[in-house]
């Protein structure tokens, strides 16, 4: 017998730099694209969602406060670690997506390229949407943009892990903090995302993931006051419109879903999705009173 | 001096301490506040009452190399009688001379109520020994003259030698005996609204009766915001000590126009108190017969012209 | 005090305005009655009188002014840029040109004083058209792609308190970029627009690119749910905010909302202290307080407090109050009985919670709708006064002992719009305004514009951003 019995993982969710089981002490069945059993992901529930909120609120001062230069390494440095663990998620995406392996490995690739070009973006956002304002007075006027805060991403239900990545790099490259709910049907390289980022220098709760019924975890969040905006690119029309309009209740900012096709160029729209433009005035002319101030 | 100042002068570092200690001006938004409270619109009469009012404050000033006893002569007459054809205008605060002009002044204004000011201590660069300064005041004073209009010292105030200032503010004041003092700061060389403040504040402690914004000799002289700035200064002194003190802006202000709107700051910044000439004074010359014209024109409803007021 | 120095009235000539007996809605270039023949009356909030009869708008008028503008965007948006930024250049000039007369008739309706209309309005409007017509040929430029495509048909409902200066942040960025816009002014301030049809006329926009819908709520809601408008720009109250934002879920209409404020003025205790005195005072009582991002609440270092409160009750004491008209006055009319009725209660509600009350001494005129300017001291963050947008002419004094505390404070609210820093510390200001999560930060400095700045909220303030290059995203399909 030289089969050995593999050591299989137990899949957790990943909230506040740690890896708790659901609070609802619940799991789902994930299985692979012929209906195989693959794993039990965590069943979220509305708890995990607060305690998530939590977490990304406490992140979100040092995280946003952290310099720009900091954050693109850190977004480097996830890609340097996927790079190593590459394997891992060519196998998991093609399990779950039911893709052949070079075609994972194509997503894998490009997944990893996405960290890279988030990671150089965080430190050059600030010179391309800012800048100086040239006002009609004697004032310097300078705009500024800065992350809007906690950020719930719905992500693709498709496109398990490079939809995953290019929804949520561009929410943090910029200073924001997330909770995730992962493809529910394909959960597991979400999950395991959350296993690189906790060693990837990304503070604890940065990220949140969740795993479940993305109606169920996303409604809450929809709702959920000290929730500054949303991505709904992984609800479908029905539950984006119901979403939506529970997110109005404290206006968030909203990202309708729309056909993305994840291996195009990203543009900045979804790093600019979640930035607000904070605009600062200060009299100048303060030389002297002797003439050349006026 | 109140004795509430006794400890900031004390000693250099003292006095320093507390004029730096002084809270900052932000030049931008008191010059907006000078330029808004210029938008105020003083008609009929309001306007009739600032033009009176104006005349009475203002000090007839000459201060020229080329001034004879004819030309302070004809001041003085003007002073007392500044419309001929209006025995009702108002006289003027005062007549503005140099130290050898004074007695002459004095003849000419006689028991009109005209008080006649001198400026001394070396106008208007201030630059000579405090002897030399402090005879030029001594002279003036023997001569006859009601106030003294003299210079601080803008060098040693640059180098930040406070004390000399304030020093030389209270010998001047002391050889004043009873004229009244006008400290002149001369802000377009103090440069900044922050040294505009600290000069204003070591004039008032050293026991200034006026303190005054310029020579009318360099570039830069009375603005709205230099004015305004000195008028909350006035204001913050006597809420803070009970004395107060007046002040004039010197030098630029030459239409009527002008002039109500530093009426309009006093009225708004340091308030109705300083609406006379015993607190506030204007230094200047053409500006009184633009006043008379724009006088004529109220009285009558048409615009006079030059040749209807007189010329000397 | 009493002066001697009693300012003579000083009225701006009423003639330089000739406001019709009635007007109707200006629909594909001309005016007409409403479908259902109803009509409203727009009185000066200053004396009650009735100033004119103005068609209302009803669920009829809006589809046809949609249809309209729909038919228009095809051509308008199919000129070259340098073609409409032409047409917007005219607008700008046209304003100048008729700017006391706009000035006259925006305080006649609003109530605001002429020295506002005529110092801020006024030339703010002018200056924004000029701004966007500038853009309109140089979109390429704008940092959003190669030719980017404006949106359609562009369905805005615009508030009372700058009736003309918030329809030119609407329509000058919308129409730079190729959009047609269907406006609705507030239901106390349609004159203005009105006259705005006018200078579209004297300009020969083309018909239908600018349509103007005087009328309440009920026709601001229909614009925004027709399902032939493709972008919804809103300024207005949170509520109201937050009712569009619902009412467009689920759809493909972009959205733009500026929403209320409950501002915070810091004053640290090395301010400039009569300066801050005089940004306290623009900031919670230009136009009597009625601004979104009015500094209304005053965050003063406890060490410092009793000083500056004198100085600002001084000061408050010399502001003038009365006919909005006299080029004096400093202090103009409540818009409305309704908004009156509402300050009042608000301020009622302060005093009812502890807080003490002071107002400037001033003469309240028998008709129109006044408020004296007020401030409340010791407030605390559980007041009702620090927490609603009051709207009004009231500033709620509150106090902080750090930098720390005050960053907290100011930021302990639903809203985010803007916020005041005053010390002459530059590196407390930026660390200060780098932590305060408001759009619009004025340090040492309250209540500025300009065309060029962004200008819009955080939080429940409202999302996108109007002015700038950054004003241009909102009417673009980017």
Same mark, same amino acid.
């Given at each position: ?294 | $001096? ?54 009475? $404050? ?255 | ?120 309005? @006024? ?59 269907? @406006? ?6 349609? @004159? ?287």
């Amino acid at each position: 017998m030289s089969d050995r019995l593999t050591v299989l993982k137990t899949y957790k969710l990943y909230v506040g730099g740690k890896f708790p089981r659901s609070e609802s002490g619940r799991v789902y069945e994930v299985n692979d694209s012929k209906g195989r059993w693959l794993a039990n992901a965590p069943l979220a529930s509305r708890k995990d969602a607060r305690d998530a909120v939590v977490a990304a609120r406490k992140a979100f001062g040092g995280w946003s406060g952290a310099t720009a230069y900091n954050r693109g390494q850190v977004l480097y440095r996830v890609a340097e670690m996927l790079e190593g663990r590459k394997d891992q998620f060519v196998r998991e995406v093609r399990d779950a997506e039911g893709i052949s392996k070079s075609e994972a490995a194509a997503q894998v690739d490009a997944a990893i390229d996405r960290w890279v070009w988030y990671a150089g973006w965080t430190d050059k956002i600030a010179q391309v949407m800012g800048g100086a304002n040239p006002v009609a007075g004697p004032f310097f006027n300078l705009s500024t943009p800065e992350p809007t805060g906690v950020v719930t991403v719905v992500a693709p239900q498709e496109s398990s892990f490079l939809g995953l990545v290019s929804v949520l790099a561009p929410v943090i490259a910029t200073g924001n903090t997330a909770v995730v709910i992962a493809s529910e049907r394909f959960p597991l390289p979400a999950l395991s995302l959350g296993e690189v980022l906790a060693t990837s220098d990304v503070p604890g709760g940065v990220v949140n993931i969740l795993t479940g019924k993305t109606a169920e975890i996303a409604a809450p969040l929809a709702a959920h006051q000290d929730v500054n905006a949303i991505d709904l690119t992984g609800a479908d029309a029905g539950l984006a419109r119901e979403l939506e309009v529970a997110a109005a209740d404290n206006l968030k900012r909203v990202l309708r879903p729309q056909a993305v096709d994840f291996s195009a160029d990203p543009g900045t729209h979804r790093l600019t999705a979640f930035l607000e433009t904070k605009t600062v005035w200060h009299p100048t002319g303060s030389l002297g009173a002797s003439g050349s101030a006026y | $001096m109140p004795t509430a100042f006794a400890d900031v002068t004390a000693s250099d570092s003292t006095l320093r301490r507390f004029l730096h200690g002084l809270p900052g001006v932000d030049a931008v938004g008191l010059e907006a506040r000078a330029a808004s409270l210029g938008t105020r619109s003083i008609k009929t009469t309001a306007k009739a009452y600032a033009i009176d009012l104006a005349i009475s $404050m203002i000090d007839l000033t000459t201060l020229e190399g080329a001034d004879t006893p004819g030309k302070v002569r004809a001041l003085g007459a003007k002073a007392v009688n500044p419309d001929p054809t209006d025995r009702g205008t108002p006289r003027t605060a005062a007549v503005c001379v140099y130290p050898d002009m004074v007695a002459t002044a004095k003849a000419a204004v006689g028991d009109s109520g005209v008080k006649v000011a001198s400026v001394a201590t070396a106008f208007p660069a201030g630059r000579a020994a405090i002897d030399v300064k402090l005879g030029d005041v001594r002279e003036a004073v023997a001569a006859g003259a009601d106030e003294i209009d003299m210079v601080i010292d803008r060098g040693a105030f640059l180098a930040g030698d406070y004390m000399t200032v304030f020093e030389q503010i209270r010998a001047v004041k002391e050889a004043c005996g009873t004229a009244r003092l006008k400290v002149i700061f001369e802000t377009g060389e103090l440069s900044t609204y922050d040294n505009i403040r600290r000069a204003s504040w070591i004039g008032m402690i050293a026991g200034a009766d006026f303190i005054k914004t310029s020579t009318g000799k360099v570039g830069v002289n009375a603005t709205p915001a230099n004015t305004l700035l000195m008028l909350e200064a006035v204001r913050d002194f006597r809420a803070q000590t009970g004395v107060q003190i007046g002040v004039k802006p010197a030098g630029g202000i030459r239409s009527t126009k002008d002039a109500v709107k530093f009426l309009v700051l006093v009225n708004e910044t340091a308030g109705p108190d300083w609406l006379d000439s015993h607190w506030f004074r204007f230094g200047a010359s053409s500006l009184l017969n633009d006043l008379l014209m724009q006088r004529q024109k109220l009285a009558t409803g048409r615009y006079s012209g030059p040749d209807y007021v007189t010329v000397d | 005090m009493t002066s001697p120095f009693e300012y003579a009235p000083a009225p701006e000539s009423r003639s330089v305005v000739d406001i019709a007996p009635s007007y109707g809605l200006f629909i594909d270039g001309e005016f007409t009655e409403a479908a259902d023949g109803k009509v409203f009356k727009t009185v000066s909030p200053a004396t009650e009188e009735v100033l004119s009869e103005v068609a209302q708008a009803g669920e009829a008028d809006v589809d046809r002014a949609v249809r309209a503008a729909r038919k228009a965007f095809e051509t308008w948006s199919a000129l070259p840029g340098a073609e409409r930024a032409k047409y917007l250049f005219r607008i700008a000039r046209i304003i100048q040109e008729r700017s006391r007369e706009l000035a006259v008739l925006e305080t006649l309706d609003n109530g605001k004083p002429i020295k506002e209309t005529r110092d801020a309005d @006024l030339p703010l409007v002018a200056a924004h058209f000029f701004y966007y017509a500038g853009w309109a040929d140089k979109l390429d430029h704008a940092g959003y792609g190669k030719n980017p495509a404006p949106l359609g048909v562009a369905g805005q409902v615009i508030p009372w308190n700058f009736p003309l200066l918030m329809l030119a942040w609407k329509i000058a960025p919308a129409l730079a970029t190729g959009n047609t816009v269907v @406006l609705k002014p507030a239901e106390t301030t349609p @004159l203005s627009a009105l006259f705005f049809a006018d200078i579209c006329r004297q300009a020969g926009l083309p018909n239908g690119v600018v349509n103007i819908l005087p009328g309440y709520g009920d026709a601001g809601a229909a614009l925004t749910a027709h399902p032939d408008v493709d972008k919804v720009a809103f300024t207005g109250s949170t509520a109201v905010g937050k009712a569009i934002a619902r009412q467009v879920a689920g759809t493909d209409k972009k959205v733009t909302l500026e929403l209320g404020g409950k501002g915070a003025n810091i004053v640290f205790d090395d301010a400039p202290i009569d300066q801050a005195v005089e940004g306290i005072v623009t900031g919670i009582f230009f136009n009597q307080g009625q601004v979104c991002c009015a500094g209304s609440r005053l965050l003063v270092q406890e060490s410092i407090q009793e000083e500056l409160l004198d100085s600002l009750k001084r000061r408050l004491s010399t502001l003038r109050l009365g006919d909005p008209l006299d080029k004096n006055t400093d202090i103009g009319a409540i818009n409305s009985a309704e908004q009156l009725a509402r300050i009042t209660a608000l301020a009622d509600t302060g005093e009812a919670e502890g807080a003490e009350r002071w107002s400037a001494p001033c003469e309240l005129p028998e008709n129109g709708y006044w408020f004296a300017p007020t401030l409340f001291t010791n407030v605390t963050q559980a007041h009702t006064i620090a927490r609603d947008e009051i709207f009004g002419p009231v500033l709620s004094v509150l106090s902080f002992r750090t930098p720390d505390e005050a960053v907290a404070k100011a930021n302990n609210t639903q809203y985010g719009l803007s916020a005041g820093i005053w010390t002459e510390k530059g590196s407390r200001i930026l660390a200060v305004a780098n932590k305060l999560r408001a759009g619009v930060v004025w340090a040492n400095t309250f209540n500025k514009f300009d065309p060029t700045s962004p200008f819009g909220g955080y939080k429940e303030s409202g999302f996108g951003r109007e002015g700038g290059r950054h004003g241009l995203e909102a009417y673009l399909d980017v």
